[in-house]
């Protein structure tokens, strides 16, 4: 009901309807999300669980890692014929882990 009322908001709303949306407005998600994991994690099988996020993992960021690699060197490559703004240097390759730094 939260995620309807804080979606709905008329344009000749009284002035308490604003600060009602408002408020649901900050909540309405965060409860939203608490809910959603709660439950999946009471319905859900750990081994289920870890095989998917295994899946994920592999569908996800195996390409990040590929194209990561494949952009930083061309970009490396293009930076000895031209000026690029944001070239990296050969350490790109190791903070492609934990940065988006090839973007």
């Known amino acids: 009901m939260l995620l309807v009322v804080g979606h709905f908001s008329p344009p000749a ?5 604003g600060l009602l949306h408002d408020f649901i407005y900050t909540l309405h998600m965060p409860v939203f999300m608490a809910m959603s994991g709660y439950l999946y994690a ?4 750990r081994r289920a669980t870890a095989l998917v996020l295994k899946k994920k993992f592999l569908r996800l960021m195996v390409p990040y890692f590929c194209l990561s690699v494949l952009i930083t060197t061309v970009k490396l490559a293009a930076s000895q014929l031209v000026t690029l703004e944001n070239a990296g240097d ?3 390759y190791l903070r492609v882990f934990y940065l988006p730094e090839a973007a």
Do not use: E, R
Not at 13 to 17: D, F, Q
Not at 42 to 45: R, V, Y
């Open 13 to 17: 709303a009284p002035a308490w309807s």
């Open 42 to 45: 009471a319905s859900s099988d």
């Open 90 to 92: 050969p350490l790109t």
